[in-house]
């Protein structure tokens, strides 16, 4: 089966600047993650969905991040303005319905460099 | 969610067994102990998971202590393409809560194995 796909590979931007990230996620999975990666770290949670419906978001900084999944397939995550604290890697994953214990998949991520 | 400690690095031999260690002693009873790795420039990849019982795959076995406070990942043959960054996970397997489903990484252990 086709992985998780994302899209761009990478981006550099200005503070200040606005940038979106593209998800497409495993067919048939119902939920989606968007997790943002620090340089050393591991992954931490940004806004999960299930289908088009945001179960937890309580991670994602609302003043300048937001996600959509309209049509409960593709995501979008974008950031206006951006900060140089924001230059991570955004990763994406999808997985069957929770219940299922399916483990979840990720695509490679964007990395995003903010100067 | 259950908090899990790991040793931040390990080194192993080529050809001989890898064992990555993992505690997890406030795990609940709905909680399941996912491994997940992460090599350089790519997004975290799903290794195995398990309740209580132990769990053999085609990448690795999983043994959970009797307890569960504990695991142990064996990678049997360690490649030098096993050196990542492996990531013990605790996830609530049913529904309820915020953390539903979802996967909380913490710092992970840096396996490298050396020819």
């Known amino acids: 089966e086709a992985g998780v796909a994302q899209s761009p590979r990478y981006k550099i931007i200005e503070k200040r600047q606005s940038v979106a990230f593209w998800c497409n996620p495993i067919s048939g999975h119902a939920t989606l993650y968007w997790y943002q990666q620090i340089l050393g770290q591991g992954p931490k949670l940004l806004i999960q969905f299930q289908n088009n419906g945001v179960v937890d978001d309580s991670q994602l900084p609302k003043d300048r991040f937001s996600a959509e999944r309209l049509k409960g397939v593709d995501s979008t995550l974008k950031i206006q303005p951006a900060k140089l604290e924001d230059s991570a890697v955004y990763l994406c994953?999808?997985?069957?319905?929770?219940?299922?214990?399916?483990?979840?998949?990720f695509g490679n991520g964007t990395r995003l460099t903010v100067t | 969610d259950a908090k899990t400690t790991q040793p931040p690095s390990m080194d192993c031999a080529e050809g001989r067994a890898a064992n990555l260690p993992c505690n997890h002693s406030t795990i609940s009873g709905n909680e399941y102990v996912y491994w997940y790795r992460q090599i350089h420039s790519q997004g975290p990849q799903y290794i195995i998971h398990g309740l209580k019982n132990n769990e053999t795959n085609e990448m690795a076995s999983l043994i959970i202590t009797e307890d569960r406070k504990s695991s142990t990942l064996i990678l049997p043959h360690a490649t030098l393409r096993d050196t990542a960054v492996y990531y013990c996970i605790v996830r609530v397997g049913t529904a309820g809560g915020t953390s539903y489903g979802k996967l909380t990484f913490g710092q992970g252990t840096i396996l490298t194995v050396h020819p």
């Open positions: 994953a999808s997985s069957l319905e929770p219940g299922s214990n399916s483990p979840l998949h």
